[in-house]
């Protein structure tokens, strides 16, 4: 496979549809163009063309645009079709393509090109998988920021202030003490120090960024029948979970996706905790453990008049069935009728409350993934070993901090493994 194939595939999504999108990229892609709009092509006009193929056949009537490189979306030239979004037209197209000397592109293979062409850094690519992925609106604002550079620009920042400073420090070995400014120590290292201070705050907000990219967990926990899967299904609007006056009904979890204020929450029904009768349940009950272990916000459900002591920090407590007898009033409670729906509204309020709270509204998070999380803890470490651990050996300091520099560097895909690359880009898929 080579950067110079030209490659095409299909970029809208599949299935029937009214319009789908082909798109070609390649070098000289003029010449194609002109025989498809029958004209030498002006860059960025949409062309009403009569799709022919070698044998003259009409294959369908397009819309042909030609970008000339390298403004386009991958640097080189591109083509791009736009038919009818039949599958029979798509695939006539794709076999007419094949007999030009073009191959079909792998998942990720256009972006690949723009990546190689200096049209985004991986930053920019991590963005447009998550935007590709997004599903609410605060996966959508988060993901485009990044896309766009916003990322990018925090992190070449760090990395140039890194880089400055190892240059600095590595030159302060080669001149006499003297000759330097008497407060040039603490100048470097104040430096050092501010730096490390921000990537910490950064990394400490990647829970929250983890909250908006994956969804937010919540989990419904409580001891059987006291309406636990009644609460879930109204939570989430529909009849998922089964919902009997026999205790142990529900023994596995059952899940559904919603969107909440515009962010993704997984949002879970567990087994009741009890002292379980048979094998199933009790797998049931390991497993509401595990979600619980994993939960953001966990829903605690109690019957009106049960006793309880002291609701967690990341817990909201509910007193449900409030329609069948006086409840006696736990501070910080909410009351609930699954049955009549009263309590609803205050419940989703406290739900979004605490959901702001993880996610500190969404405002301005670096949006850090599995891959980049590992690259800026290690930047961290490396500048704390650079303050803690060169105890006034400069040649040591630039070596601590040059190395935080390069964590940074592969962030951006400047320093770079053909490993990391290919996992960046096979998230992608066809015609991205
Ligand atoms: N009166 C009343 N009954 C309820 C309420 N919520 C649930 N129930 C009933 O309580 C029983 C157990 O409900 P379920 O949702 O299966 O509880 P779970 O075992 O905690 O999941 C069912 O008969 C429900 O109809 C409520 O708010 N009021
Ligand atoms: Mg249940």
Not at 77 to 82: A, F, K, L, N, T
Not at 124 to 146: E, I, M, N
Not at 352 to 372: C, D, F, Y
Not at 408 to 415: D, R, T
Request: proline share 3%.
């Amino acid at each position: 496979m080579t950067n110079n194939d030209t490659i095409f595939a299909l970029s809208s999504g599949r299935g029937k549809s009214g319009v789908a999108v082909i798109r070609i990229s390649g070098d000289n892609l003029k010449e194609f163009a002109k025989k498809i709009i029958g004209h030498p092509p002006v860059p960025r006009h949409a062309y009403f063309a009569n799709l022919m193929d070698d044998t003259g056949e009409i294959i369908d009537q397009c819309v042909v645009i030609y970008f000339a490189a390298p403004y386009s979306f991958t640097g080189t030239d591109i083509i791009e079709i736009q038919s009818h979004g039949a599958p029979a037209v798509i695939l006539k197209i794709f076999q007419f393509l094949r007999t030009q000397h073009m191959r079909i592109a792998t998942p990720g293979e256009f972006s690949r090109r723009a990546f190689y062409n200096g049209k985004m850094d991986l930053s920019d690519v991590d963005g447009l998988v998550a935007l590709l992925d997004a599903q609410t609106d605060k996966q959508r604002v988060a993901a485009l920021k990044s896309m766009m550079g916003g990322d990018s620009d925090i992190y070449t920042d760090w990395r140039m202030q890194m880089l400055k400073i190892s240059a600095y420090a590595a030159a302060m070995t080669d001149y006499n003490s003297d000759d330097l400014p008497g407060n040039i120590d603490e100048t470097i290292y104040e430096h050092i120090k501010t730096l490390y201070t921000a990537i910490s705050a950064a990394l400490g907000k990647y829970n929250a960024s983890r909250a908006i990219t994956c969804g937010i967990n919540i989990t419904i926990v409580g001891e059987t029948n006291v309406g636990k899967s009644s609460l879930f299904n109204r939570i989430v609007g529909s009849a998922r979970a089964i919902v009997s006056d026999i205790p142990g009904t529900t023994r596995d979890v059952v899940s559904a996706t919603m969107d909440i204020g515009g962010y993704m929450v997984n949002i879970s029904d567990t087994a009741g905790i009890r002292d379980a009768t048979d094998t199933i349940e009790r797998i049931g009950i390991e497993r509401t453990n595990d979600e619980i272990n994993n939960a953001d916000i966990v829903i605690h459900v109690i019957n009106p008049n049960d006793k309880y002591a002291k609701i967690k920090p990341d817990e909201i407590l509910v007193i449900n069935k409030s329609d069948t007898t006086d409840v006696h009033k736990i501070n910080g409670a909410i009351y609930t009728s699954a049955k009549n729906g009263d309590g609803i509204p205050e419940l989703m309020s406290a739900i979004t409350e605490r959901i702001n709270k993880i996610t500190g509204n969404g405002e301005s998070v670096l949006m850090i993934n599995a891959r980049t999380y590992d690259l800026v803890k290690t930047a961290a470490d490396e500048l704390k070993n650079a303050l803690e651990r060169s105890n006034g050996d400069y040649d040591i300091l630039s070596e601590h901090v040059r190395y935080a520099a390069d964590a940074i560097g592969k962030i951006l895909g400047i320093i770079g493994t053909d490993e990391v690359l290919d996992m960046t880009f096979s998230q992608l898929c066809l015609g991205k």
